[in-house]
């Protein structure tokens, strides 16, 4: 069965900024960065999504609130 977990796209925009932060970078450089090697932010943003969902599954109290 498939699960329908619903990530808010304010959890994506933190994880997206995050990595950006875990990288030196702000966002816009790195979102930049990444259409500079053919990466798109949605793709970017789906992987996020899946990220912080599959953390939801696996650790539901580590999940953000």
Same mark, same amino acid.
């Given at each position: $069965?498939?699960? &329908?977990? @619903? *990530?808010?796209?304010?959890?994506? @925009? #933190? %994880? +997206? !900024? &995050?990595?950006? /932060?875990?990288? %030196?970078? /702000?966002? #816009?450089?790195?979102? !930049?960065?990444?259409? @500079?090697?053919?990466?798109? #932010? ?5 992987? *996020? #999504? $899946?990220? +912080?969902?599959?953390?939801? +599954? *696996?650790?539901? %109290?580590? $999940?953000?609130?």
């Amino acid at each position: $069965a498939r699960l &329908e977990i @619903d *990530v808010p796209s304010s959890y994506i @925009d #933190e %994880g +997206i !900024k &995050e990595i950006a /932060d875990r990288n %030196g970078m /702000d966002q #816009e450089a790195f979102l !930049k960065a990444l259409r @500079d090697q053919g990466i798109l #932010e949605s793709a970017l943003r789906n992987q *996020v #999504e $899946a990220s +912080i969902a599959w953390q939801t +599954i *696996v650790s539901p %109290g580590c $999940a953000r609130n």
